[in-house]
């Protein structure tokens, strides 16, 4: 008989469990860092069911780039917008954040 493959959710679940050692040394506020970078990968479980990728902390780790990047870019957009309205344009952006 074939192997039963694991749901991708649950191999997820194994991986955050493993990483749970080094979670508790790190320092409280660091700790809240490291489960968002786990909650960023798991929106993107579909991509890695589909990778099925043998490593699957590699998927992981790509989905936690992949977030990283988004919210890069559109700080990078919103400074490009702020430093096109000057000083006026600032303090209508300021009103609005």
């Known amino acids: 008989m074939g192997r039963t493959v694991l749901p991708y ?35 993107h479980l579909q991509a890695g069911v589909y990778a099925s990728n043998p490593w699957p ?5 790509l989905s936690m780039l992949l977030e990283h990047e988004k919210t890069l870019s ?4 919103r400074l490009k917008r702020l430093e ?11 009103l609005r954040s």
């Open 57 to 61: 902390l590699e998927s992981m780790l």
């Open 84 to 94: 096109g309205q000057g000083v006026e344009g600032l303090e209508t952006e300021n």
């Open 9 to 43: 959710s649950h191999i997820w679940e194994e991986e955050r469990s493993r990483w749970q050692k080094f979670r508790r040394a790190l320092r409280r506020e660091d700790q809240a860092h490291f489960d968002r970078l786990f909650e960023l990968a798991r929106l």
């Open 74 to 77: 559109a700080i990078q957009d």
